[in-house]
């Protein structure tokens, strides 16, 4: 699997408003649904399912990276996107660190080989540094398009 | 002192973020050094007390799963972990 065949370009956000934890959790998913990969009237339901998620165990694994994600009846078809933020949000990381980049994802919730497959694709692209440090200076949507495709190809 | 043993994800969600917490919370309660094996048509290793590495595995439902562990506490930690991915994560 590649990044490309779930992250939604539209739906990257190189510079987050928001810059509490929910409130970006909120941003993205609304992010999601202005580019049509989620129906509008599911946004509430979408993000409070991913807080919840959240609350339960903090998807920020350290490292400034955090990679919020929720299986959901209401998603017809795998979905996800990035976010960076300028001035860090507190997700209650493992390592108590602010997280700087956001990896948002969506799945429907009756395809869980699909997910794990999405979380490995995620997964090893965030456990590389250069990949980290890129995303994190990576200051337009086209930038973070382009550094996609290329841990797509495997550069 | 080593021990090895191996077992089936057969919880329906496979390795997902809240198993592999669990699974790395338990390891890493344990001095051995923990190694996963994942058997299958795509073989790979992990660190058993890397959330990250063991997330990268992403071992779905009925794929076998070989845990080594080396170290004092091998035994223990083999036998637990073992338990654990047998009991579903306390998942269905």
Redesign the interface.
Known sequence: MKLSEFIVPEAIIPALESTERDAVLREMVSSLADAGALPREAIDEVVAAIIKREQ??S?G?GKGVAVP?V?HPKVKKMAGTVGRSETGIDFAA?DHQPVYSVVLLLSPDNQ??Q???A??II??S??KDMFRRFLRQSTTRQAIQELLEEADQGK | MTASKEVVISNVHGLHTRPVMKFVDMASQFASEIKVHKGGAEPADADGKSVMQMIILAAEAGTPLRIDAEGEDADQAVEQLVALVESKFGED
Do not use: Y
Request: no cysteine; net charge positive; glycine share 6%.
């Open positions: 339960n165990g998807t694994f994600h299986k493992l869980p080989q997910h794990l497959q979380m490995n997964f090893s965030l456990q």
